[in-house]
Nanobody, 120 residues
Framework: QVQLVESGGGLVQAGGSLRLSCAAS????????MAWYRQAPGKQRELVAS????????YADDSVKGRFTISRDNAKNTVFLQMNSLKADDTAVYFC?????????????WGQGTQVTVSS
């Protein structure tokens, strides 16, 4: 079945870095658009960044441009989010998302989320 498993979250001081990973299985990863979303307490889930199968990346918010980098390794079916210069406002649960493509099927899929806490 289609599955996404995130890892790499944790507690970090402001100014620090974290690298999130999302291991995917059950669909054609190399042609599926992948994305990272986040949801802070009391707020709606929001798009952070997305990356197409060929590697073209887009960042949804100016607040993360220049600090966050989304990338993917199609050979390992994994997408990453490198987060540098972290701020307290980056504290949230981060979710991996796939526009999962299979033969004759396409479905949005979510991981379970990983907590990122930035202490100021």
């Amino acid at each position: 079945q289609v599955q996404l498993v995130e890892s790499g979250g944790g507690l970090v001081q402001a100014g620090g870095s974290l690298r999130l990973s999302c291991a995917a299985s059950g669909f054609i990863f190399s042609i599926s658009t992948m994305a990272w979303y986040r949801q802070a307490p009391g707020k709606q889930r929001e798009l952070v960044a997305s990356i197409a199968g060929g590697g073209t990346a887009n960042y949804a918010d100016d607040s993360v441009k220049g600090r966050f980098t989304i990338s993917r390794d199609n050979a390992k079916n994994t997408v990453f989010l490198q987060m540098n210069s972290l701020k307290a406002d980056d504290t949230a649960v981060y979710f991996c998302n796939a526009d999962a493509l299979r033969v004759g099927d396409r479905r949005p899929t979510w991981g379970q989320g990983t907590q990122v806490t930035v202490s100021s």
